[in-house]
């Protein structure tokens, strides 16, 4: 089992940064893929940014390459989402998740059903 806690949402204005933490605990292993996602009122919830626990793969959504960058700090077992020049857009519940398992193809990890664990979320809300 692995538990996950995010921190960090809040309210800014358009262009503003943010940073999300999301603590982990229980066990975890290298293999193990983390990411972001997000989801915003009458939305899906989308991939935004991932990374494997060791290693220094990343991945993101389209929407946000080059504003927001996933990094992780093993010795904390957290991983970070720093999130600049945000838009109204980005307002979402941004939710910490894990896929345990290893896919050949990196699309599998844009979809929340490859995701075994998730956390309860942290509010961003950007006014313009």
């Known amino acids: 089992q692995v538990q996950l806690v995010e921190s960090g949402g809040g309210l800014v204005q358009a262009g503003d940064s943010l940073r999300l933490s999301c603590a982990a605990s229980?066990?975890?292993?290298?293999?193990?893929?983390m990411a972001w996602f997000r989801q915003a009122p009458g939305k899906e919830r989308e991939f935004v940014a991932g990374?494997?626990?060791?290693?220094?793969?990343?991945l993101y959504a389209d929407s946000v390459k080059g504003r927001f960058t996933i990094s992780r700090d093993n010795a904390k077992n957290t991983v970070y989402l720093q999130m600049n020049s945000l838009k109204p857009e980005d307002t979402a519940v941004y939710y910490c998740?894990?896929?345990?398992?290893?896919?050949?193809?990196?699309?599998?990890?844009?979809?929340?059903?490859?995701?075994?664990?998730w956390g309860q979320g942290t509010q961003v809300t950007v006014s313009s």
């Open positions: 998740a894990v896929d345990r398992n290893v896919h050949l193809s990196p699309s599998y990890y844009y979809s929340l059903h490859e995701y075994d664990y």
């Open positions: 229980g066990r975890t292993f290298s293999t193990y893929f």
């Open positions: 990374i494997r626990w060791s290693g220094s793969n990343t």
